[in-house]
């Protein structure tokens, strides 16, 4: 990626014009104080939230934005409006102010299309470089949050057993009754009453839950059975009156 330097000497002659994006009027304050009077910035505007920003954009005339990560989401969502509107020229910086954010929230900046990641725990002299390669190609991140990036590892992800994610087309609806019964605390013999049916029934149906789930035992399905999606995380289990709650292990 070329360097700051590099493009201040290529910018030399351009005059940028940037509304600063921040929700906290300090934070405003605070920005166009470091960036007001720099050679070859035009402070056009502040504003605080993602509407204003994103109708500045559809009004033209602005050639950079500098979004504070207070914003959150809202910075994802402005460059989907410079995007579909058709205003590639507008360039998109994020300034982080505050808390640095996650290496998830960055890889995700960047992955939307910002123009420039900047940093003011860094020297403020990296603001203008900044601002200005927005209006080149390649963008510009902070030297010290694009490290964070690349020494990045994602966690391994933990796949299911085969036998789990198949566990919707595996288990049958008559199936289904009971585990959610057993989700509930009722004995074989309870469940037997409510569904009418005999207790050797449901003594099959609760085996086939074991089987098919791989389960130990009825807390250990029931537990798989949340994991998997067989059972709602809002199982209303043991709040009806005199029913005895089965503890899942955690």
């Not at 910075?75 to 409006?81: E, K, P, T, Y």
Request: net charge positive.
């Amino acid at each position: 990626m070329p360097t700051s330097r590099m493009f201040a000497e290529q910018l030399e002659t351009k005059r940028v014009s940037v509304l600063i994006v921040a929700p906290n009027q300090l934070v405003r304050a605070g920005v166009r104080t470091l960036v007001d009077g720099q050679l070859q910035i035009e402070i056009a505007g502040a504003v605080a939230g993602y509407a204003e920003a994103a109708a500045a954009i559809r009004r033209g005339g602005i050639e950079v934005l500098l979004v504070d990560t207070g914003l959150g989401r809202g910075i994802v969502d402005l460059v989907r409006v410079r995007d579909s509107t058709g205003s590639q020229s507008v360039s998109v910086v994020v300034l982080v102010t505050g808390d640095v954010p996650t290496v998830t929230e960055l890889r995700e900046y960047v992955a939307a299309g910002v123009d420039g990641i900047v940093s003011t725990a860094e020297d403020i002299a990296a603001i203008l470089p900044a601002i200005r390669t927005g209006q080149a190609p390649g963008g510009w991140i902070s030297p010290t949050l694009g490290a964070e990036i690349l020494r990045y590892e994602p966690p391994a992800l933990t796949e299911e057993p085969p036998v789990l994610r198949a566990a919707h087309e595996l288990v049958t609806p008559s199936e289904h009754e009971v585990l959610r019964l057993v989700a509930d605390g009722h004995t074989d013999r309870e469940i037997a009453s409510r569904l009418h049916r005999s207790e050797r029934v449901v003594k099959f149906h609760v085996s086939n839950l074991l089987a098919k789930l791989q389960a130990r035992n009825r807390a250990h399905v029931v537990k798989l059975a949340l994991r998997t999606g067989l059972l709602p995380a809002a199982c209303p289990c043991g709040q009806a009156k005199g029913v005895r709650t089965t503890r899942v292990a955690r």
